[in-house]
C-alpha cells in the first residue's frame, strides 16, 4: 500500500512540473544571442581628448548605434521602423547625436552617453526630394548654432537644443530640385543650389538667421545636367553635363553664377562617361573615367587640372582638416591579398602622411568605404585610424597597420538559413575525455546542487556556469549524440555564406560568393544540395547556393557549391537564365545529390544537377512533377506541369517546356492576395490519426501539395486606420497545387492583414487584425480526411474491410472537413513558426516574434479548435484546456527571456537527433539561437539533475541499512541472553 | 460607434459606453494640431515605481509602435511620445517595453473634431481620459528558484525514498510488537523448524 502510495505521489511530482522556463542562472547554457547593426552608411567620430572614444555610426538596416572606438562593441543602438531609413548623421553641441530620416521629414537627437532621446521634430515635406543634413562644427558649447535640414522640398533651420523649428523655407516649386546647401564657416548666408528641369542652375542666398532670401541668382545651362554633383568648396561645385562627357564648374560668389565648361577628354585621353564619386575633398574632386579614378584639383578660377589618378578599387574618404588649414584624405587599394591605406595632403598629393599595408581575408571582399579619423599622438604628430566598410558589410578599424577589431555586420541582413550536420567523430579521437578527476566531479556537483536549493554565494554561481559550459563540451567540432552540435548555414544579402556553430554561434568558416559573369552576385536562397549518409559514403555534404547577377528577377543566375564541412566552393558556375523560382524534387541521384528544378523568366525549367543519371530519373517521373506560381499582382495562382523538352529551341537537354494545368483567378475588385504558405517539405508527421476522448478516431489530412492563401479587399491591403470594418474583409483560401482545386474556404469580414501564418502536418494558424474589435486574431484550422473515417472499427480493420492501403491520390476529389476557431492576440506579429523534431511525436509549440523582437513559444494545445468552454472530466484528462477569448502571454515562455532580437525577420527551426529537443534560430539585425525541449526532456536527464543529491541519497541508504543491522543484532543478541 | 464588446453584460455596456460619453465632452485629452488630413498623436508612458523589478526599466529601450509597424518612436526623457502625420481614422499604439506588458490602445482621430483623440485599452476595454500608458504588469522572464527549504528536499523523489526506507526501519518494529506474543512465537518457532526461510514459508497459502 504504502509503495502504490509512494508511487502515486511521485507520478504526481512527476506531472506537476510542466512549465519549461528558464531559471536566471541558466540563461546562455543553450542559448546565445548577437548582437549587430548592419551595412554602415554614415559614421562621425567622437574622440575628444576625454570621455570615452566613440564612432556613431547609421545603417542600411535603419540602425543607429554608438561604438567603442578601441574595441568596436555597442554602447548602445535604437532600429529605427522599417520605412525610416536614416539620411544623415552628426553630432550636436558636442552631446547629442542627431540622425535624420524618413526622406528628411524627421530629425530626432539621441543623447551621446546613453542613447537616450532628447527631442524629436517632423519636418513638413511635400514631395520626395534629396535630404540633406547640416550640423555645424561647434566650437563654442554655449552658442546655439541651428541645424540646417533640407528634405521633402523645405529647408529648415533646426534649434540643436531643444529641436525647435526657427524658420523653414519653401523649395517647392514646379521643376526645381535642391542639390546642395552650402554655408561657408562663419557665414551668416546659406546658399541654396538647385537645378530647374536639370537645365538651368538657380543659387538662392538665404540669411541664416531668419530665413529669408536675399538675393535669387539663375543662369541657363544650354547642355543641360545629368544630376551628378560634388561640391568642392563653399562657393563653388562642379557637375557633370547631361552627357556625362563635360565637367562644369559652378561658382556663386557672392551670388553671382558663372560656368566654366571643361571637356572630361581634355584631361583624359580617350575618355568614356564620366562619373562623379562622392567622397567630399576641398577644392578637390574625384571622378572615374575609364575604369580608372582620377583627382581634378579646381583652381581659384575654376580650372581643372588632373593631379593623379588610380587604380579603380580605390575607396576613399572624405578629407578632413590636419593642422595648419590642411586638409588630408585617406584611400584604401587593394593588391593581391592585402590592402594599403594612404593618407595624403588634398594640397600636395606627394605627401603622403601614411602609409599601411594590411593583409587582408579574402573572403571579405573589396573595400566599399572608408571614414578617416585623426589623432594627435603624444609627440605631437598626426596619428589616423580609418573605418572601413568591406564587400561582405563587414565593419574593420584600422590603426597603426594593423586590423584593431573587426564586426562581421553582414550577419545583420541574413535572407536564408539552413542547418548542417558537423563532421562524424574520426577513431582515435575520443569527445568523452575525463577530464577531472572523481573529487573534481563531486565537487562540481555539490556547487550545482548548492545553486539548485539557493544555497550559492555569487562566485559560486560564476563557477557553476563555468563548469556546465566546460563539461557540455558544446562547441567542439563534431557530431554529438544528440545532435545538438550543428551548423548553422547563413546566406547573408551582400551574398556571404556564414556557417554558425550552434554551441557558442562562433563563426566557423565563411565564404563570399563570386561569379565570373557579374561583380559581385546577390544571395537569393540556400538549398540542402548532397546530404549523403556517413555510413554508406564517405563524402562531405554540400549545400546549393543560389544567387543573382544584380537585383532584377530577370537577372541571370549563379550556382554555387558549397562544401559544409570546409567551407569550400565546390564549383559554381554562371547559369545564363534567370532564376525565378527553385523546387528542389524528393528524389536523389547515386551519390546522393537531389535533384532540382529551377524555373526562368521565359517559362522554362531547368534541370539540375546537368548528368545524364539525373535526367533518367526525371524523365522516368516526368509526368509527375507539378508547381505552381503566385502572381501576387494579377490575383492569379497558376498550375505547372512540364510539357517537353525544349529542344526546338535551344540545344539544353536539361531545359524543358511547361504548360499552365489550371489557374485560379481572383476577382482583383474585392480580393488581393497577401500571403501564401505552404508545409515544410521535409515535415515529419508521426502518426496520421487523432484520437477523440470518445474513442472516436479523426484521420488527420496529412498533404504535401497544399497551398493556404490569405487575400484581403483592396483597400484593407494598407496599415491599419486607413480602412474601416465595413470596407475590408480577409478571405483565406486552402487549395490542392496539384489540381488547382479549392478544399477549404474562410471568410473573415471586418478584418484585415498583414497576415502571418504557420502551415504544419494538417493545421494552419495566422494572424491578422481584426478591426471591428480592434484586436489582433489568431485562427486556426485544422482539416481531417472524411473519406477514411469509417475506418473505426476494429473488426473492418482486422477483415481488411478497410481503405488504409488504398492509394492516394491528388487526382481523386478529396472528401474533407474541417474545424476551426479563433482567439484575440494581444500583441502585434513578424512572423511565426512552428517546432519540429526528428520523429514528430513530441507536441508543438508554435514560436510566435512579436512586435517587441521577443519569441513567445505557445503551446499547440492552445489553439486546438476542440477547446470549449466547460471541457468534460474525460477532455481535461486529454489535456484540452478550457477555451477562453484570447490566448495567454505567459512572460516565462518567451524563449528570448530578457533579449531582443531587434529587427526580427524569421525564425528557423531543425530537429535534433534527441526527439524531445528543436534547434531554433532567429536572425533580424541580431542572431539568437537556443535548443527548446516542446514537452520536457522527457527522453534524457536534464542538466540540472543533481548526481550529488543521488549519490548522497544511495550512501545516507547504504549507511541505513548497516547500521539498522547493527541494532538488530545487538537486539537479537540481547534477546538471547534474556 | 459602439465599442464592440464579447461575452460582456449589457450592464457593462451602458458603463462603457457611458465613459465613452463623458471622456468626448468632458476630457481633457490632448487635442492634435495638424493639416486638414494630418494630425498628431502625443501620448506618454508611465512605469510606476512601484512595479520596477530586477532590470530597471530604462526609457531609451521602450518603442512606441504605431499599426503594428507603420510608425516607429521612442521616449522622451519625460517619457512623452508623439506621432506625427496621422490620418484621421481608428489606430493602434503599442509600447514595447522589456518586462513590462502594455495593454494595446485603440485610438481614434476624429477628423470632426479637428483630430481629437480618443484612447481605449484593448485588453481591459477601459477607456483613457489621458494618453498615459501605463503597463498592465511587470513581465519577470525567468522563473524563481525556490528558496531552500526542507520540504522542497523532502517532498523530491530522493526525499521520499529516503523517508519511506525510515519509516520501513523505525515504524515496522513497533507494528511487530502489536503481534500478539504467542503467534509471534508460532511463528517463530516455524521458522526455526524450517531452518532458513524461504520464499514459500513466507507464503500463506503453503503453510
Same mark, same amino acid.
Given at each position: 500500500?504504502?509503495?502504490?502510495?509512494?508511487?502515486?505521489?511521485?507520478?504526481?511530482?512527476?506531472?506537476?512540473?510542466?512549465?519549461?522556463?528558464?531559471?536566471?542562472?541558466?540563461?546562455?547554457?543553450?542559448?546565445?544571442?548577437?548582437?549587430?547593426?548592419?551595412?554602415?552608411?554614415?559614421?562621425?567620430?567622437?574622440t575628444?581628448?576625454?570621455?570615452?572614444?566613440?564612432?556613431?555610426?547609421?545603417?542600411?538596416?535603419?540602425?543607429?548605434?554608438?561604438?567603442?572606438?578601441?574595441?568596436?562593441?555597442?554602447?548602445?543602438?535604437?532600429?529605427?521602423?522599417?520605412?525610416?531609413?536614416?539620411?544623415?548623421?552628426?553630432?550636436?553641441?558636442?552631446?547629442?547625436?542627431?540622425?535624420?530620416?524618413?526622406?528628411?521629414?524627421?530629425?530626432?537627437?539621441?543623447?551621446?552617453?546613453d542613447?537616450?532621446?532628447?527631442w524629436?521634430?517632423?519636418?513638413?515635406?511635400?514631395?520626395?526630394?534629396?535630404?540633406?543634413?547640416?550640423?555645424?562644427?561647434?566650437l563654442?558649447?554655449?552658442?546655439?548654432?541651428?541645424?540646417?535640414?533640407?528634405?521633402g522640398?523645405?529647408?529648415?533651420?533646426?534649434?540643436?537644443?531643444?529641436?525647435?523649428?526657427?524658420?523653414?523655407?519653401?523649395?517647392?516649386?514646379?521643376?526645381?530640385?535642391?542639390?546642395?546647401?552650402?554655408?561657408?564657416?562663419?557665414?551668416?548666408?546659406?546658399?541654396?543650389?538647385?537645378?530647374?528641369?536639370?537645365?538651368?542652375?538657380?543659387?538662392?542666398?538665404?540669411?541664416?538667421?531668419?530665413?529669408?532670401?536675399?538675393?535669387?541668382?539663375?543662369?541657363?545651362?544650354?547642355?543641360?545636367?545629368?544630376?551628378?554633383?560634388?561640391?568642392?568648396?563653399?562657393?563653388k561645385?562642379?557637375?557633370?553635363?547631361?552627357?556625362?562627357?563635360?565637367?562644369?564648374?559652378?561658382?556663386?560668389?557672392?551670388?553671382?553664377?558663372?560656368?566654366?565648361?571643361?571637356?572630361?577628354?581634355?584631361?583624359?585621353?580617350?575618355?568614356?562617361?564620366?562619373?562623379?564619386?562622392?567622397?567630399?575633398?576641398?577644392?578637390?574632386?574625384?571622378?572615374?573615367?575609364?575604369?580608372?579614378?582620377?583627382?581634378v584639383?579646381?583652381?581659384?578660377?575654376?580650372?581643372?587640372?588632373?593631379?593623379?589618378?588610380l587604380?579603380?578599387?580605390?575607396?576613399?574618404?572624405?578629407?578632413?582638416?590636419?593642422?595648419?588649414?590642411?586638409?588630408?584624405?585617406?584611400?584604401?587599394?587593394?593588391?593581391?591579398?592585402?590592402?594599403?591605406?594612404?593618407?595624403k595632403?588634398?594640397?600636395?598629393?606627394?605627401?603622403?602622411?601614411?602609409?599601411?599595408?594590411?593583409?587582408?581575408?579574402?573572403?571579405?571582399?573589396?573595400?566599399?568605404?572608408?571614414?578617416?579619423?585623426?589623432?594627435?599622438?603624444?609627440?605631437?604628430?598626426?596619428?589616423?585610424?580609418?573605418?572601413?566598410?568591406?564587400?561582405?558589410?563587414?565593419?574593420?578599424?584600422?590603426q597603426?597597420?594593423?586590423?584593431?577589431?573587426?564586426?562581421e555586420?553582414?550577419?545583420?541582413?541574413?535572407?536564408?538559413?539552413?542547418?548542417?550536420?558537423?563532421?562524424?567523430?574520426?577513431?582515435?579521437?575520443s569527445?568523452?575525455?575525463?577530464?577531472h578527476?572523481?573529487?573534481?566531479?563531486?565537487?562540481?556537483?555539490?556547487?550545482?546542487?548548492?545553486?539548485?536549493?539557493?544555497?550559492?554565494?555569487?562566485?559560486?554561481?560564476?563557477?557553476?556556469?563555468?563548469?556546465?559550459?566546460?563539461?557540455?563540451g558544446?562547441?567542439?567540432?563534431?557530431?554529438?549524440?544528440?545532435?545538438?552540435?550543428?551548423?548553422?548555414?547563413?546566406?547573408?544579402?551582400?551574398?556571404?555564406?556564414?556557417?554558425?556553430?550552434?554551441?557558442?554561434?562562433?563563426?566557423?568558416?565563411?565564404?563570399?560568393?563570386?561569379?565570373?559573369?557579374?561583380?559581385?552576385?546577390?544571395?537569393?536562397s540556400?538549398?540542402?544540395?548532397?546530404?549523403?549518409?556517413h555510413?554508406?559514403?564517405?563524402?562531405?555534404?554540400?549545400?546549393?547556393?543560389?544567387?543573382?547577377?544584380?537585383?532584377?528577377?530577370?537577372?541571370?543566375?549563379?550556382?554555387?557549391?558549397?562544401?559544409?564541412y570546409?567551407?569550400?566552393?565546390?564549383?559554381?558556375?554562371?547559369?545564363?537564365?534567370?532564376?525565378?523560382?527553385?523546387?528542389?524534387?524528393?528524389?536523389?541521384?547515386?551519390?546522393?545529390?537531389?535533384l532540382?528544378?529551377?524555373?526562368?523568366?521565359?517559362?522554362?525549367?531547368?534541370?539540375?544537377?546537368?548528368?545524364s543519371?539525373?535526367?533518367?530519373?526525371?524523365?522516368?517521373?516526368?509526368?509527375?512533377?507539378?508547381?505552381?506560381?503566385?502572381?501576387?499582382?494579377?490575383?492569379?495562382?497558376?498550375?505547372?506541369?512540364?510539357?517537353?523538352?525544349?529542344?526546338?529551341?535551344?540545344?539544353?537537354?536539361?531545359?524543358?517546356?511547361?504548360?499552365?494545368l489550371?489557374t485560379?483567378?481572383?476577382?482583383?475588385?474585392?480580393?488581393?492576395?497577401?500571403?501564401?504558405?505552404?508545409?515544410?517539405?521535409?515535415?515529419?508527421?508521426?502518426?496520421?490519426?487523432?484520437?477523440?476522448?470518445?474513442q472516436?478516431?479523426?484521420?488527420?489530412?496529412?498533404?504535401?501539395?497544399?497551398?493556404?492563401?490569405?487575400?484581403?479587399?483592396?483597400?484593407?491591403?494598407?496599415?491599419?486606420?486607413?480602412?474601416?470594418?465595413?470596407?475590408?474583409?480577409?478571405?483565406?483560401?486552402l487549395?490542392?497545387?496539384?489540381?488547382?482545386?479549392?478544399?477549404?474556404?474562410?471568410?473573415?469580414?471586418?478584418?484585415?492583414?498583414?497576415?502571418?501564418?504557420?502551415?504544419?502536418?494538417?493545421?494552419?494558424?495566422?494572424?491578422?487584425?481584426?478591426l471591428?474589435?480592434?484586436?489582433?486574431?489568431?485562427?486556426?484550422?485544422e482539416?481531417?480526411?472524411?473519406?477514411?473515417?469509417?475506418?473505426?472499427?476494429?473488426?473492418?480493420?482486422?477483415?481488411g474491410?478497410?481503405n488504409?492501403?488504398?492509394?492516394?491520390?491528388?487526382?481523386?476529389?478529396?472528401?474533407?472537413?474541417?474545424k476551426?476557431?479563433?482567439?484575440?492576440?494581444?500583441?502585434?506579429v513578424?512572423?511565426?513558426?512552428?517546432?519540429?523534431?526528428?520523429?514528430?511525436i513530441?507536441?508543438?509549440?508554435?514560436?510566435?516574434?512579436?512586435?517587441?523582437?521577443?519569441?513567445?513559444?505557445?503551446?499547440?494545445?492552445?489553439?486546438?479548435?476542440?477547446?470549449?468552454?466547460?471541457?468534460?472530466?474525460?477532455?481535461?484528462?486529454?489535456?484540452?484546456?478550457?477555451?477562453?477569448?484570447?490566448?495567454?502571454?505567459?512572460?516565462?515562455?518567451?524563449?528570448t527571456?530578457?533579449?531582443?532580437?531587434?529587427?526580427l525577420?524569421g525564425?528557423?527551426?531543425?530537429?535534433?537527433?534527441?526527439?524531445?529537443?528543436?534547434?531554433?534560430?532567429?536572425?533580424g539585425?541580431?542572431?539568437?539561437y537556443?535548443?527548446?525541449?516542446?514537452s520536457?526532456?522527457?527522453?534524457?536527464l536534464?542538466?540540472?539533475?543533481?548526481?550529488?543529491?543521488?549519490?548522497?541519497?544511495?550512501?545516507?541508504l547504504?549507511?541505513?541499512?548497516?547500521?539498522?543491522?547493527?541494532?538488530?543484532?545487538?537486539?537479537?543478541?540481547?534477546?538471547?541472553?534474556? | 460607434?459602439?465599442?464592440?464588446?464579447?461575452?460582456?453584460?449589457?450592464?457593462?455596456?451602458?458603463v462603457?459606453?457611458i465613459?465613452?460619453?463623458?471622456?468626448?465632452?468632458?476630457?481633457?485629452?490632448?487635442?492634435?494640431?495638424?493639416s486638414?488630413?494630418?494630425?498628431?498623436?502625443?501620448?506618454?508612458?508611465?512605469?510606476?515605481?512601484?512595479?520596477?523589478?530586477?532590470? /530597471?526599466?530604462?526609457? @531609451?529601450?521602450?518603442?512606441?509602435?504605431?499599426?503594428?509597424?507603420?510608425? =516607429?518612436? !521612442? %521616449?522622451? #526623457?519625460?517619457g512623452?511620445?508623439?506621432?506625427?502625420?496621422?490620418?484621421?481614422?481608428?489606430?493602434?499604439?503599442?509600447?514595447?517595453?522589456?518586462?513590462?506588458?502594455?495593454?494595446?490602445?485603440?485610438?481614434?482621430?476624429?477628423?470632426?473634431?479637428?483630430?481629437?483623440?480618443?484612447?481605449?485599452?484593448?485588453?481591459?476595454?477601459?477607456?483613457?481620459?489621458?494618453?498615459?500608458?501605463?503597463?498592465?504588469?511587470?513581465?519577470?522572464?525567468?522563473?524563481m528558484?525556490?528558496?531552500?527549504?526542507?520540504? /522542497?528536499?523532502?517532498? @523530491?523523489?530522493?526525499?521520499?525514498?529516503?523517508?519511506?526506507?525510515?519509516? =520501513?526501519? !523505525? %515504524?515496522? #518494529?513497533?507494528?511487530m510488537?502489536?503481534?500478539?506474543?504467542?503467534?509471534?512465537?508460532?511463528?517463530?518457532?516455524?521458522?526455526?523448524?524450517?531452518?532458513?526461510?524461504?520464499?514459500?514459508?513466507?507464503?500463506p497459502?503453503?503453510?
Amino acid at each position: 500500500m504504502a509503495i502504490r502510495v509512494f508511487l502515486l505521489l511521485l507520478l504526481f511530482l512527476s506531472s506537476a512540473i510542466v512549465s519549461f522556463s528558464l531559471y536566471e542562472d541558466q540563461a546562455g547554457l543553450a542559448d546565445w544571442h548577437q548582437r549587430y547593426i548592419g551595412k554602415v552608411k554614415h559614421a562621425v567620430f567622437h574622440t575628444q581628448k576625454t570621455g570615452r572614444k566613440r564612432v556613431i555610426v547609421s545603417t542600411e538596416e535603419n540602425v543607429v548605434a554608438s561604438l567603442d572606438l578601441r574595441h568596436g562593441e555597442i554602447f548602445w543602438r535604437h532600429v529605427l521602423g522599417t520605412k525610416d531609413a536614416i539620411d544623415g548623421v552628426g553630432i550636436a553641441l558636442g552631446k547629442y547625436v542627431i540622425t535624420l530620416s524618413s526622406e528628411g521629414s524627421t530629425l530626432r537627437a539621441w543623447n551621446l552617453p546613453d542613447g537616450q532621446m532628447v527631442w524629436e521634430t517632423a519636418l513638413s515635406s511635400a514631395h520626395h526630394s534629396k535630404s540633406l543634413l547640416s550640423v555645424p562644427i561647434n566650437l563654442k558649447v554655449d552658442k546655439d548654432y541651428p541645424i540646417t535640414v533640407f528634405g521633402g522640398g523645405y529647408l529648415h533651420a533646426v534649434s540643436a537644443i531643444d529641436g525647435e523649428v526657427l524658420w523653414e523655407k519653401d523649395f517647392t516649386a514646379e521643376g526645381f530640385e535642391v542639390q546642395r546647401v552650402l554655408q561657408p564657416l562663419g557665414s551668416t548666408v546659406i546658399y541654396v543650389l538647385g537645378f530647374v528641369n536639370l537645365s538651368e542652375a538657380v543659387v538662392y542666398q538665404i540669411d541664416s538667421k531668419i530665413g529669408e532670401v536675399v538675393a535669387q541668382k539663375s543662369m541657363v545651362f544650354p547642355g543641360g545636367f545629368s544630376g551628378e554633383i560634388s561640391s568642392v568648396s563653399s562657393d563653388k561645385v562642379v557637375v557633370l553635363d547631361s552627357k556625362k562627357s563635360i565637367l562644369v564648374t559652378i561658382g556663386f560668389i557672392d551670388g553671382d553664377i558663372s560656368f566654366q565648361k571643361t571637356p572630361v577628354s581634355d584631361l583624359v585621353e580617350n575618355s568614356g562617361n564620366a562619373e562623379i564619386l562622392s567622397p567630399l575633398l576641398s577644392n578637390m574632386l574625384a571622378v572615374k573615367v575609364n575604369k580608372r579614378t582620377i583627382f581634378v584639383k579646381v583652381g581659384g578660377e575654376g580650372k581643372l587640372e588632373v593631379v593623379d589618378s588610380l587604380s579603380d578599387e580605390t575607396a576613399m574618404s572624405d578629407s578632413l582638416p590636419v593642422a595648419d588649414d590642411q586638409e588630408a584624405f585617406a584611400s584604401v587599394h587593394h593588391e593581391g591579398s592585402k590592402i594599403h591605406l594612404m593618407v595624403k595632403l588634398v594640397n600636395e598629393l606627394d605627401n603622403v602622411l601614411l602609409r599601411e599595408t594590411i593583409q587582408m581575408d579574402q573572403h571579405r571582399g573589396r573595400v566599399h568605404k572608408v571614414f578617416m579619423n585623426n589623432y594627435i599622438r603624444t609627440d605631437r604628430s598626426n596619428g589616423f585610424r580609418a573605418l572601413i566598410v568591406m564587400e561582405d558589410h563587414s565593419l574593420l578599424l584600422l590603426q597603426q597597420g594593423a586590423i584593431v577589431w573587426s564586426r562581421e555586420e553582414g550577419l545583420a541582413s541574413v535572407t536564408d538559413v539552413t542547418t548542417a550536420e558537423l563532421p562524424v567523430e574520426k577513431d582515435g579521437v575520443s569527445v568523452a575525455k575525463v577530464e577531472h578527476t572523481l573529487f573534481e566531479w563531486l565537487k562540481g556537483h555539490v556547487l550545482k546542487l548548492k545553486g539548485s536549493l539557493l544555497l550559492a554565494s555569487p562566485e559560486d554561481v560564476v563557477a557553476i556556469q563555468e563548469l556546465r559550459v566546460k563539461s557540455s563540451g558544446k562547441n567542439k567540432l563534431t557530431r554529438d549524440h544528440n545532435g545538438f552540435r550543428k551548423l548553422i548555414l547563413a546566406l547573408t544579402r551582400a551574398g556571404k555564406l556564414f556557417a554558425l556553430h550552434t554551441g557558442d554561434g562562433r563563426i566557423v568558416w565563411s565564404m563570399l560568393l563570386k561569379s565570373q559573369a557579374c561583380e559581385r552576385p546577390n544571395g537569393i536562397s540556400l538549398y540542402q544540395w548532397q546530404v549523403p549518409h556517413h555510413h554508406a559514403m564517405d563524402k562531405n555534404p554540400s549545400v546549393l547556393v543560389v544567387g543573382r547577377c544584380g537585383s532584377d528577377s530577370s537577372a541571370p543566375g549563379v550556382l554555387s557549391f558549397v562544401d559544409v564541412y570546409t567551407g569550400k566552393k565546390i564549383t559554381s558556375s554562371d547559369i545564363g537564365h534567370s532564376v525565378v523560382q527553385v523546387l528542389p524534387l524528393p528524389f536523389t541521384d547515386s551519390t546522393e545529390q537531389r535533384l532540382h528544378l529551377i524555373a526562368d523568366t521565359v517559362g522554362h525549367v531547368h534541370l539540375y544537377p546537368k548528368t545524364s543519371e539525373a535526367l533518367s530519373i526525371f524523365q522516368r517521373e516526368f509526368q509527375n512533377i507539378y508547381w505552381y506560381t503566385v502572381g501576387a499582382d494579377d490575383g492569379i495562382i497558376r498550375g505547372h506541369v512540364m510539357k517537353s523538352s525544349c529542344s526546338g529551341e535551344t540545344a539544353d537537354e536539361y531545359c524543358f517546356t511547361t504548360r499552365e494545368l489550371w489557374t485560379v483567378v481572383f476577382p482583383s475588385e474585392s480580393e488581393k492576395i497577401i500571403s501564401t504558405l505552404t508545409r515544410k517539405p521535409n515535415e515529419v508527421v508521426h502518426t496520421q490519426a487523432k484520437v477523440n476522448t470518445d474513442q472516436d478516431l479523426l484521420y488527420k489530412y496529412v498533404s504535401r501539395n497544399l497551398l493556404f492563401v490569405a487575400t484581403v479587399s483592396p483597400k484593407g491591403a494598407g496599415e491599419i486606420g486607413s480602412v474601416t470594418p465595413e470596407e475590408s474583409s480577409l478571405v483565406v483560401y486552402l487549395i490542392d497545387t496539384i489540381t488547382g482545386r479549392i478544399l477549404h474556404r474562410l471568410s473573415h469580414q471586418g478584418c484585415q492583414g498583414p497576415v502571418h501564418a504557420v502551415f504544419s502536418e494538417n493545421w494552419v494558424v495566422y494572424h491578422y487584425f481584426n478591426l471591428r474589435a480592434h484586436k489582433y486574431e489568431v485562427t486556426v484550422v485544422e482539416i481531417y480526411d472524411q473519406s477514411r473515417a469509417e475506418n473505426k472499427n476494429v473488426w473492418k480493420l482486422i477483415l481488411g474491410k478497410h481503405n488504409l492501403t488504398a492509394p492516394i491520390t491528388s487526382y481523386s476529389r478529396p472528401e474533407v472537413f474541417t474545424k476551426s476557431q479563433s482567439y484575440f492576440f494581444a500583441q502585434s506579429v513578424k512572423t511565426i513558426a512552428v517546432t519540429s523534431t526528428a520523429k514528430g511525436i513530441t507536441s508543438k509549440q508554435l514560436l510566435i516574434g512579436t512586435i517587441g523582437d521577443q519569441i513567445l513559444a505557445l503551446d499547440k494545445r492552445f489553439v486546438d479548435p476542440r477547446r470549449t468552454l466547460n471541457p468534460s472530466q474525460a477532455e481535461k484528462e486529454e489535456g484540452i484546456i478550457p477555451l477562453t477569448d484570447s490566448l495567454p502571454i505567459i512572460p516565462q515562455s518567451y524563449v528570448t527571456h530578457s533579449h531582443r532580437v531587434e529587427g526580427l525577420k524569421g525564425i528557423v527551426t531543425a530537429p535534433s537527433k534527441l526527439e524531445s529537443t528543436t534547434h531554433v534560430f532567429a536572425y533580424g539585425v541580431d542572431l539568437f539561437y537556443t535548443r527548446l525541449a516542446p514537452s520536457k526532456t522527457y527522453d534524457s536527464l536534464t542538466d540540472d539533475f543533481s548526481y550529488a543529491l543521488l549519490l548522497i541519497t544511495i550512501v545516507a541508504l547504504v549507511a541505513a541499512i548497516y547500521i539498522t543491522w547493527a541494532l538488530s543484532e545487538k537486539k537479537e543478541l540481547s534477546e538471547k541472553w534474556r | 460607434m459602439a465599442p464592440i464588446l464579447r461575452s460582456t453584460s449589457l450592464l457593462a455596456f451602458f458603463v462603457c459606453h457611458i465613459s465613452l460619453f463623458f471622456c468626448f465632452f468632458a476630457s481633457n485629452l490632448p487635442i492634435s494640431s495638424g493639416s486638414e488630413d494630418s494630425y498628431t498623436i502625443t501620448g506618454r508612458v508611465r512605469i510606476p515605481a512601484s512595479t520596477v523589478i530586477g532590470h /530597471a526599466a530604462k526609457f @531609451s529601450n521602450i518603442k512606441v509602435v504605431l499599426n503594428g509597424g507603420q510608425n =516607429v518612436t !521612442f %521616449l522622451r #526623457p519625460d517619457g512623452y511620445f508623439t506621432f506625427h502625420k496621422v490620418p484621421a481614422g481608428t489606430h493602434l499604439i503599442e509600447v514595447n517595453a522589456m518586462g513590462y506588458f502594455f495593454s494595446p490602445v485603440r485610438v481614434d482621430v476624429s477628423a470632426r473634431h479637428h483630430g481629437k483623440v480618443q484612447a481605449t485599452l484593448t485588453e481591459t476595454r477601459r477607456s483613457l481620459t489621458e494618453l498615459v500608458l501605463e503597463p498592465l504588469r511587470a513581465e519577470q522572464y525567468y522563473e524563481m528558484r525556490e528558496p531552500f527549504n526542507v520540504m /522542497a528536499i523532502a517532498k @523530491s523523489p530522493m526525499g521520499l525514498m529516503v523517508g519511506f526506507m525510515v519509516v =520501513v526501519v !523505525f %515504524l515496522m #518494529p513497533k507494528l511487530m510488537e502489536n503481534i500478539d506474543p504467542e503467534e509471534m512465537k508460532s511463528a517463530q518457532e516455524q521458522m526455526r523448524s524450517q531452518g532458513v526461510p524461504s520464499l514459500s514459508s513466507l507464503l500463506p497459502a503453503s503453510r
